[in-house]
């Protein structure tokens, strides 16, 4: 409100200006009795003044004298004088009568020659019919500020005059402004009724549009409507003249890419490679851009584009000029090419929109296949801020507490590791704690350490914790890492001798650690009393992701290439199907981007359908047969994941199993297993995120609805039999190899 009242007095002041300036101007001209000039030099010549009011009486005596004669005589006198004036060196106004009804009068040198009154001559002329006197200069003229309006050089004007002169004027006025309007108007009409149309100019006719602006005064008004700041506007003005270099380097700071020269390249311009920011939200970590000389045809840059080895690598060609843009943008526009023209249009947007990346997402979603720059990461963990979603309960427990010790439990695929690579990030340059990440290949924990901070592979774990302690510069040290089932495992045959060493380290307040893993961890941890591990910090079990973080996975990537549902049900369903499992909503939204067609950008069920039984989904849940190295342990897995399909896929409306119907299996196939054997199993297969408890009771159903699509009804039955017979086979043969045993 502030800014427009300022505005407002702003065009008061100019409007009073504007009227001041032509009034004082007109007024020289057309009445000067009424000029501020002319009236303050009047006013500051006293002297004069005094005189001419003098002379004014004694013209008015005059008149009545030579007026008066004439009505007694009848004729016209040939002299008169003023009357009570005998001295001629006092007179102001010499008389003449050179013809009838004639009054000639001269004023004398009485009057200051800084007046320009002396010998000037007026003439008054009586009409006897009558009776009235008409005042003209004579020659000599009187200066025209001594004049009185009635004895100008022409008759004063009428009121109807001046209005006629000022319609006429503003007619003119009306006119020209016409005329600069029409000259004006095709480029910024539309813009000033709506400003926001200032991001659809090309690049090159941003000069000539400033100008146009500035002719009109609006240019400060069009760019803060339309949120331009003035810098920006004059950067985007010297960008077309500055050399290649320097435009490719204020387009890569506009985006936050590091910009590069790229050797080897013979082209006629200027080539760069960019390194894109991880906050970028696309699957690209380079971009090769090429500037064209201005003299190259588009049909010339094609070629030369056609001709770069560029690999699976993005080429961002920037237009240089508009006649070059059809060819390039036809190129860009064919999906087998991994070009992407930066058109006019686009350079403008880039160089003035506040989110540069806006542009560059919306450019490249329109001219390549968006599985090319998909945001949906599918395999390990999460690397991009952007592409990493909820968990913010989990976060905080860590991040907002000192540092201390957690154990990280949860299937495959469930997060762990975008979770501590999260983690990771927000304490990078941490002033109080240092966090480094770490993912472990095999069982050799101690040694991975060494290596990854140059020591002797022999180091022990003291030596390689009073590295990390260096490094740490004084602050707290807080150690990741990732993938210890091997190590859990391992350590465990051996007595537990590196864990028992980490947890002294940990206790001395040397270093804290994060420990992510499945069952060998979760064993460790809960059912194992002998680990180091019982008590050794707090236990995070890492489970699906939360449900408006699901629906946000499933939507804002997608929007920002520019895609949507067709429903909002859609992403719900998608949602429910993944049971909530991060991996699976990002595979099932990359499935939906790889149906869509070149300019396609609505997903509907059909889409959807496809996507949630694509092979990838399939691929993604498998893996569960498998859950440890105990042959035994994996059987009883898979016969309750069949006994769950089974109850899911009858039919009956009962879609879940308990217990005690697991125990019946087993003994109505002969099979005597052990109860706690049973409910490892179920507890693997829960951390696993196979199955989870119905509504937290005492049933079992499968954690991912689409985990039952895997299986056929009479293919579940016949697949949990053969287990069982299997089983009750192998158990016949331990009890009879035992007595001979």
């Not at 869509?596 to 993604?620: C, K, N, Q, S, W």
Request: proline share 6%; net charge neutral.
């Amino acid at each position: 409100m502030s800014r427009g009242a300022g505005l407002s007095r702003g065009r008061v002041v100019r409007l009073l200006l504007i009227v001041a300036v032509t009034w004082f101007v007109a007024s020289l001209f057309v009445a000067p009795m009424l000029n501020p000039w002319v009236a303050w030099k009047i006013s500051h010549d006293g002297e004069s003044m005094m005189l001419m009011q003098r002379a004014r009486i004694d013209m008015l005596l005059l008149r009545e004298e030579a007026q008066g004669y004439w009505e007694r005589e009848g004729e016209w006198p040939a002299e008169i004088a003023v009357p009570g004036v005998h001295d001629p060196a006092e007179a102001l106004l010499v008389a003449e009568l050179p013809a009838p009804f004639v009054l000639r009068l001269r004023f004398t040198d009485r009057f200051p020659a800084s007046a320009g009154l002396a010998g000037t001559v007026l003439e008054h002329r009586l009409t006897p019919g009558t009776g009235s006197w008409r005042c003209r200069p004579g020659e000599p003229s009187p200066p025209s500020r001594w004049l009185a309006p009635d004895c100008q050089a022409s008759a004063p004007w009428t009121i109807i005059e001046w209005l006629g002169l000022l319609l006429g004027i503003t007619l003119v006025v009306l006119v020209a402004l016409g005329l600069v309007w029409y000259r004006v108007q095709p480029a910024i009409a539309g813009i000033v009724r709506a400003p926001r149309r200032l991001f659809e100019q090309p690049l090159q006719a941003l000069p000539a549009l400033d100008r146009q602006l500035g002719w009109v005064r609006l240019r400060a008004r069009v760019l803060a409507d339309a949120g331009v700041a003035t810098v920006r506007w004059r950067e985007a003005l010297r960008h077309a003249e500055a050399p290649a270099t320097q435009q490719a380097a204020a387009l890569a700071a506009r985006i936050g890419a590091v910009d590069a020269p790229a050797a080897g390249w013979s082209l006629p311009g200027c080539v760069r490679e960019w390194t894109l920011p991880d906050a970028m939200p696309l699957a690209l970590e380079r971009l090769w851009v090429y500037l064209p000389d201005n003299g190259l045809s588009g049909e010339s840059i094609v070629q030369h584009v056609r001709g770069m080895p560029n690999g699976q690598d993005v080429v961002l060609v920037v237009s240089p000029s508009l006649a070059a843009e059809p060819a390039l943008v036809a190129h860009a526009d064919d999906p087998a090419n991994l070009c992407v023209c930066l058109d006019q249009v686009a350079q403008s947007r880039w160089l003035l929109q506040p989110n540069a990346a806006v542009a560059l997402l919306a450019l490249l979603a329109r001219q390549l296949k968006v599985t090319r720059i998909s945001p949906y990461q599918t395999h390990g963990g999460i690397t991009r801020p952007t592409a990493f979603f909820g968990r913010e309960s989990l976060l905080a427990r860590v991040l907002n507490r000192e540092p201390g010790n957690y154990l990280l439990v949860g299937g495959r695929q469930l997060g762990k590791t975008s979770l501590m690579k999260a983690i990771e990030r927000r304490f990078a340059g941490h002033p109080r704690v240092h966090c480094r990440y770490l993912s472990l290949r095999d069982h050799r924990l101690g040694v991975r350490l060494a290596v990854e901070l140059g020591l002797p592979e022999t180091a022990d774990i003291d030596a390689v914790v009073a590295a990390l302690s260096a490094q740490a510069g004084g602050r707290r040290l807080l150690l990741l890492v990732d993938e210890t089932d091997l190590f859990l495992r391992a350590d465990a045959s051996a007595g537990y001798p590196q864990l028992a060493a980490l947890r002294a380290i940990s206790e001395e307040g040397r270093c804290h650690f994060m420990l992510a893993g499945f069952w060998d961890l979760y064993e460790a941890v809960t059912l194992d009393f002998a680990s180091p591990l019982r008590n050794f910090g707090e236990v995070i079990h890492v489970g699906g992701l939360e449900e408006a973080a699901c629906q946000a996975l499933a939507t804002e990537p997608m929007a920002r290439l520019g895609v949507h549902f067709s429903a909002p049900e859609l992403p719900r369903r998608l949602v429910a199907a993944c049971g909530r499992r991060a991996n699976l909503v990002a595979i099932v939204c990359q499935q939906l981007l790889a149906q869509l067609g070149r300019g396609e950008r609505v997903i509907d069920a059909t889409h959807l359908h496809a996507a949630l039984v694509a092979e990838p989904v399939f691929d993604a849940l498998a893996g569960w047969a498998r859950l440890t190295p105990d042959a035994e342990a994996n059987r009883i897995d898979r016969i309750v994941v069949y006994r769950v399909a089974c109850a899911q896929l009858s039919g009956t409306g009962e879609r879940s199993v308990g217990l005690d119907e697991l125990l019946a299996d087993f003994d109505g196939a002969g099979v005597r297993i052990d109860p706690e054997a049973l409910r490892r199993a179920l507890a693997r297969l829960q951390l696993a995120y196979v199955i989870r408890r119905e509504d937290d009771g005492p049933r079992f159903v499968f954690a991912v609805p689409l985990f039952a699509t895997q299986f056929q009804g009479e293919e579940a039955r016949t697949l949990h039999q053969r287990e069982l017979q299997a089983m009750a086979g192998r158990v016949a043969e331990r009890d009879a190899a035992g007595p001979a045993a």
